[in-house]
DNA sequence: ACCTGAACACCGTTCAAGT
DNA sequence: ACCTGAACACCGTTCAAGT
C-alpha cells in the first residue's frame, strides 16, 4: 500500500478543486442538454447546471433564457445533420434524381438515428427559429440544394409535367412526416415494426421518385 | 329603476353564490384546456383549475396526474376530428381514389384549422396514446378505413403495380409532414404564404394520388 | 469577467381538513 | 363524494454578494 502524499501541498488546480471559474461552461451545457435530450429527458436549465456541477443561476451568464440554450443546441445538431447530408451526397451518384433519393434517404437515416436532436431542430417548441442567423441559413442552403436536384430533373427531362415547388413540398412533407411518425411512436399502430424501419424509409422515397419520374 | 329584492332570502344555488361541489368539473376542465390549446398557451393544470374557479388540488379528484387530462382532452379532439372525416366520406364519390382523395383533404384541412388540437391528437409528448383504448380504437378505425379504400382502388385495378402497405404509409407520412409543418411554423422558409396553404394541401394530394394511379 | 446562493413566481402533486 | 388550502419538490430567472 503506497503511503499518502501528505507532504506535498496541494496545488492550485487539482482535479478534486474545481476552480471558481468554469472556463468552458458555455460548451459543457450544451453538450449537458445535448446528453439530456438523448437520454428522452426534458431539457431543462437546472438539470444542465447540475450536469455541468455549477450552480442553477450560471447559465445565465452565458444564455438570456432557456430559449438561447436551446437553440445553441439546435445549431449544433443541425450542424451535424447538414455535414452527414453532404457527405451523403458527396459520394452519390450524378443523375439528380439519383441525388435526391441519396439526400432523402440521408435525411431519413439521421432523423431515425437522431430523434431527440432532430426534434429539437424541428418543432420550434423549445425556440423561435428565426432568432437564430446560423440556423436560417444552414436551413435555407439544404433547401437550395433540393431545389437545385429538382431543377437539374426537369431540365433533363427525367420528370413527368407538374409544378417544382409543388414536388418539392410533397417530397419534405414525406420525409418529415415520416421522421415524425417515428418521433412520436405512430409506427406501431401502423404495424411497422421497429427492425423495418429504415427498409420501409428507402421504400417511401423510391414510391415517391416513381410517381413524380418520367416512366 | 327597479327597487332589490331584498325582501327574497338568497336562494341556496344562486350564480354569485357558487356552491362548494361543482357538479360537472371533468367536463369544465377538459374545456378549459381545449381552450388554452387553442390560445396557443402551454395547458397546466393550475391554469385550468383556476379557469374553472376551484382550488389547485382539485382536478386530482378527476384526474389521477396531467397525462390524464391531456389523454381526455385528446379523446375529445379525436371524436371531433374523426367527426369531420366521416362527414366529408359521406359526400365523397363513390370511387375509391376520390375517396381517398376526399380522405386526405378533410385530415389536412381539420389539421390546418386546429393546430392546437391536432398537435395533442398526435404528438404522443403529453401522455402514452397506447394507455387511452377510445383513441387506439379510432386511430384503427380511421387507419382501416384508408386500408379498405386502397385495397378496393387496386382491386378495381385502378393503381400503378406497387406494395400497398408501403403506399399507406408514404400517403400518411405525407398529410402528416404537411400537417405539422404548418404546425412546427416550416412553410415560411419555403415561401409558402398563409393564403396559399390549403391549395398547396390540394397540390400534394393531387401529385401523390397521380402517382400511385395507373396512368 | 464569471460564479454562488438566496430569493421569487411559477408548476405538478399530495393530503389532512372541511362541506 | 367532492373541494379547500397548505405543503413539498421541482422549474426558470434575477440579483446582490463573492472570487
Excluded: C
Aim: charged share 25%; net charge positive; no cysteine.
Amino acid at each position: 500500500m503506497p503511503t499518502r502524499q501528505t507532504s506535498k501541498p496541494r496545488s492550485r488546480r487539482t482535479a478534486e478543486a474545481r476552480p471558481y471559474h468554469h472556463g468552458n461552461l458555455r460548451r459543457v451545457l450544451i453538450d449537458a442538454a445535448l446528453q439530456l435530450a438523448t437520454e428522452g429527458a426534458e431539457v431543462s436549465v437546472r438539470e444542465a447546471a447540475r450536469r455541468a456541477a455549477v450552480s442553477p443561476g450560471a447559465p445565465f451568464r452565458h444564455f438570456p433564457n432557456r430559449e438561447a440554450l436551446m437553440a445553441a443546441v439546435a445549431e449544433e445538431a443541425q450542424r451535424r445533420f447538414r455535414a452527414e447530408i453532404e457527405a451523403a451526397l458527396r459520394e452519390a451518384p450524378a443523375s439528380p434524381l439519383d441525388r435526391f433519393r441519396a439526400y432523402g434517404l440521408a435525411y431519413l437515416r439521421w432523423a431515425m438515428r437522431n430523434p431527440a436532436h432532430f426534434e429539437i431542430i424541428s418543432t420550434g417548441r423549445y425556440f423561435a427559429h428565426g432568432s437564430s442567423e446560423e440556423l436560417t441559413r444552414d436551413n435555407a442552403e439544404l433547401i437550395g440544394l433540393s431545389e437545385q436536384m429538382l431543377a437539374d430533373a426537369a431540365a433533363q427531362g427525367l420528370l413527368r409535367p407538374a409544378d417544382l415547388k409543388r414536388i418539392q413540398i410533397a417530397g419534405r412533407a414525406l420525409v418529415y412526416g415520416f421522421a415524425r411518425m417515428n418521433l412520436d411512436g405512430h409506427f406501431p399502430r401502423w404495424s411497422v415494426e421497429a427492425s423495418e424501419i429504415e427498409r420501409m424509409a428507402e421504400g417511401v422515397i423510391d414510391l415517391f421518385i416513381a410517381g413524380i419520374a418520367k416512366p
